[in-house]
C-alpha cells in the first residue's frame, strides 16, 4: 500500500538503495522484494498526459515475471487513464489486459509461449486528472514443475470401486505425497475434506458428522509464487440408513470398467448408454452410481439404471417416482424381447470377451408398482439382460431361476390379498413402509444371480436395458451389485469380521480365477506361495491374496487382492449329567446349571449357550429348549450349542438328564449299647447296622445312605 506522506519522507530518505521501479521509458531487470510503482512512486500520484513504456525482466535466467497488483486505482470514463500490458519485452507482444479505474488486487503473469519471459507496461493517461496510481509485487519465477499427488493410503481403505464407506461419526485417516520433477522444498499439502472442514500435511484425519457424498481433495503445492499444484480425489460416502445414488464422480465408461466389470484379463469395449438426459436437458438421468451399508440393503455398492430419475432410488420412501416425459422414447429391442411397449428406457450395452466358460453378475429390481395389490396383479414395468453371441443369437439373462420367465413384479410378489394370490413369493425381497429407509422405490425383488455360458475369447454384447411400460409413471429400478460382472479373473468379495463374511477358523476357503488355461502366480501378503500355479487355491490361513495371470502373452495381469478373515471357533467343554428326583420319573431341570462347565475358562459375555433335544437342532441352531425343562424320556440326552455373537462359528456337548426314583426311608429299631466301666454315658456307635433296615427292599447299589 501507498503509505501517508508525512511518515514516508524521513524512511525514504534512509533507504538510498531502492531497487523499486516508478512507471517511466526503460526497460529493468528486478526480482522480489522489488516492487513496480506508477510515476508518482510510493507517495505520490501519477501526472497528467502521461505516455511511458516500462519493460520488466527477471535478474534470473530462466524466470518470468509475475505483476502482482496490490492497488490500482486510475481515472476512469470517457477521460480514462490506462495500463496496458503486454506478453513480452515490447508492446508488439500479445496484449494480456487493459486496466482502469478502480480495480481489486489481481495478478499478470508472462505465459509459458513468452521466451524472454518479461513483461511490458504501457500506461496513457489524461489530461482530464489523476488517481493515486498502484503498487505492485515483482514476482519472478521459474515453469511450474511436474507434480503428481497421490493419496497413499486411508484408514478404513476404499473398496474395489475405489470409494470409502463409513458411517456418521466415523474418523477417516488419509496419508498422501507427491512426485516433484525437480524439487520438493518447501512443499505443501492442503486437504479439503468437502465437510467444510480443511487440514495441512500428509498424514491428517478427518471426522465425518453427517450422512453425504463427500469428495476429499489432496492439493500438492511448491513454492513456486505462481502456484503450482496438482489435485487428487477420493470419494468418501457417509451411510445412514439410507441407500446414496451419485451420478458426478463416474462417467458411464467408468461405472462399466471400473465398477461393473472385476476382472484383470477384461476386454470391454464400444461402451454406449441412452437414458432421459441424452433426449431433452429437461428429461432426468436414469444412471447412477450406488452406495449403501450393505445391512439394511443387499448390496453395498454398484450400478444402478432406472426408468426415471436415478436419484430419487434414495431413501427413504417419501412419495411416488414418476420422472420422464414422452420426450423420452422406449426401447425396441425390450420390446420385441417381451413384448411390451416401453417408455422411458435406460440402457449400457458393451461388447467383452469372456476369458473363463462361464460369466456371471448379481442384481435386484425395485419397482413403485410394489404397492401391496393395486398393480402386483396386472402392471409391471421391464428389464432385460440381453446376451447377443458372435453369431447374433440373443438370449435374456433377467428371468426366473431354472425358467425361461422374465423378472416383473407381476410374477414375483407376495400374497398381497388380491384375487391372484402369491406369484414366486421366495424371490420377492421386502416392501419399504412409507418414510422409511433405505430405498424411495415401494418394494423389491430379493437377489438373483443372471448366469450364461460363453466360450472363452469370443466376441459377446450384452445390453442392460430397463423401461416403463404403457405410461410414464410409477417407475422401475434395477440395482447391479459393484465387481460382480465376473468374466474371469475375479476372486469374489472379502471374508471380513467386519463385514459380517468371516468364515470359522476350521473352514476351507478355495479361491478360483475360472481361468484355468492361465499361468498362475499366487501371493499371500505379497509373498509368493511356492508350487501354487492353478486357477485355484484352497486357504486356510488370514492374509491378502492375489494372482498373478498370464494366459498365453495375450492377457498379462493382476486380480484385484481379497482379504481373508477367519473367526475362533469356539471349543466346548464336558457337560456333567443331571440328575433329579421324582416318584413318577420326571421332573423339571435348570439346563443352564451347565453354562458354567461348558464355557470353562472363556467370558460368558462373548458366548451364547442353547440347548436342543438333537444334535443337528444343535447344528442348525432350531429348537431351542427352555431353561426350564422337563425330560421326557428317563434318562434323556440333552445337546449344547455354545456359539460367538454372529451363531456362524460353534461347537456341541451332550450329556445326560435323569429322574430318579423318591427313595423311602423305612423306621428301624433304636441301637443301645451298655456303658463301660467309665459310667460316663459314652459309647461308641456304628450306625451302618442301621443301613439294611432303612433301605429295606431298595438295593443297596441304587441308594445311598448316610448319617
Known sequence: MKKIISIVIILFSLVGVAQDISMANGSFNRCAPDKFFDSGGEFGNYGLNENFVTTI??????????????????????????????????????????????????????????????????FISSDAGSGSGWEANILCAAPCQTITASIDSTDPEPNGTGVIGIVPGDTVDFTGSAVFSDDNTNATYT???????????????????????????LTASDANPQGCSDTVSIIVFVLGDNLVVDQDSFTVEQLVQDVLVNSPCASVSNITSSTGVDFSTTEPNGIGYFFSNGVSFPFEDGLLLMSGDASQAEGPNTGTLSEGTNIWPGDADLDAELGVDSRNATFIQFDFVPQAETFSFEFLMASEEYDMGTFECTFSDAFAFLLTDSNGVTTNLAVIPGTNTPILVTNIHPDNGAACGAANPQFFGEYTPFNQPPIGFDGRTTEFTATSTVVSGELYTIKLVVADDRDNVFDTGVFIKAGSFNIGGSLGEDFTIAAGTALCDDTEIELDTALETAIHIWYKDDEVIPGEVSSTLTVTEPGVYFAEIDIDGVCEGTTDPIVIEFRDNPTAEPAVDLIGCSVTGFTEFDLTENDTNILGALDPADYTITYHLTEDDANNNVGVLPTNYTNVANPQVIWARMAEATQVCFDTVFFEISASTQPEINPVGAISLCDDESNDGIAEFDLSTQTAGILGAQLATEFTVSY
Not at 75 to 96: C, R, V
Not at 106 to 115: D, E, L, M
Request: net charge negative; hydrophobic share 35%.
Open 57 to 122: 525482466c527477471s535478474q534470473n535466467t530462466g524466470e518470468f515475471i509475475i505483476l502482482d497488483f496490490t492497488t490500482f486505482i486510475t481515472q476512469q470514463g470517457p477521460n480514462a487513464d490506462t495500463m496496458n500490458i503486454y506478453d513480452g519485452d515490447d508492446t508488439t507482444a500479445p496484449l494480456l489486459g487493459a486496466f482502469e479505474g478502480p480495480v481489486g488486487p489481481f495478478t499478470v503473469s508472462a505465459s509459458a509461449a513468452n521466451i524472454s519471459g518479461c513483461l511490458t507496461v504501457e
Open 191 to 217: 486437504w479439503d475434506f468437502g465437510d467444510g472442514n480443511t487440514a495441512n500435511g500428509s498424514n491428517v484425519s478427518n471426522t465425518f458428522l453427517n450422512p453425504g457424498t463427500y469428495t476429499v481433495n
